[in-house]
């Protein structure tokens, strides 16, 4: 009975792994991989760069009206702001402008808050919102969220 | 009276957070592909396999958090061991065949890359493990080994709901990119659940 009952078990796990195992590889098409030389640990070193200088000053000052938890939070997505590249993953490097977005997530829905546009070697950070054509430093960008919060609710 | 009601109310807050899962899961029967966590599944919410994956695994893993509380009321194991034996054997069967299989295709998939996939992968493995040693120690008429499983099982499948506090825990109060929370949670909210099963089924008797 024991030894009948582990076979059964044991076939079945093999045969759910099997089939897992089979559509895994039969649903996806192998495309040929890319050869992107991606130096991963520059990659970071920017992204690092755009958290402490850019998402940073705005998640201290910039609040949302949604606020900080919501039942959105309960989620297996991550919240909060995030760096996306615009950029070419390969072509993100520390000497180099590097273009992306911020976004700001609640659970899995994600809505834009503004482009950015940093290089780590010489110190530059800017930003700007959706619609402008000229990036501003974060500071500033924040002072004009600010004074826009203010008009609207006095409006 | 009071301390049995605070003894209880770990009992109250899981049941509640398995509650709360069950109706934010609900949102998915709307079948729309661009709802909460679809819309980070873009590029294999289209497959017929993997999206038929996702609702039969949901469907599974409805069942098993929402049914699994009531299998460790007391009264109900002692007074109506007929309703306790039907709601075990939907729970077993919602696990076994449709939410562990199918957890299993979907870890594949999983966001994250390799080390979440791993995660997923060995966490599907667990649970099918644990339900299934939960029948067959019943079967051999071993109650006690018998809860001991079953109290593992359900910190498995109450995994969906501690990944859903770790997540937004770690993101919201850390300041850990959204990569290394995916995966690192991955791994903890099954890890995390089977230790604390550890300490129920060692300290709780």
Known sequence: ?155 | MLLRFILKLPFVFMTSLALLLFCTTMMYWSFKPDVSFLLTKQDVVHQPVWRTAFYVHIFGGMLAIALGPLQFIKILRQRYMNVHRAIGKIYVTSILCIAAPTGLYMAFYANGGLYASIGFVLMSVLWFYTTWMAIYSIRKKQIEQHVHWMIRSYAITFSAVSLRLWVPFLSLYTTMDHLHIIIITAWISWLFNLIVAEGVIKFGK
């Open chain 1, 1 to 155: 009975m024991k030894t009948r009952s582990i076979k059964t078990g044991l076939i079945l796990i093999a045969i759910a792994s099997v089939f897992a195992l089979s559509s895994f590889t039969g649903a996806t098409p192998k495309p040929e991989p890319e050869k992107i030389k991606t130096d991963w640990k520059e990659y970071h070193e920017v992204q690092q760069y755009v958290e402490e200088n850019i998402c940073e000053p705005i998640r201290k000052n910039y609040v949302l009206k949604h606020g900080k938890s919501s039942l959105h939070s309960f989620s297996r997505c991550p919240s909060g702001y995030h760096s996306e590249m615009i950029t070419a993953t390969d072509s993100v490097k520390t000497d180099r402008f590097v273009n992306g977005e911020i976004v700001f997530y609640k659970g899995c829905e994600s809505s834009y808050i503004c482009d950015f546009k940093v290089c780590v070697e010489k110190g530059f950070a800017v930003v700007r919102s959706k619609g402008s054509k000229n990036y501003i430093s974060v500071n500033e960008w924040l002072q004009r969220r600010e004074q826009y919060a203010k008009k609207t609710i006095k409006g």
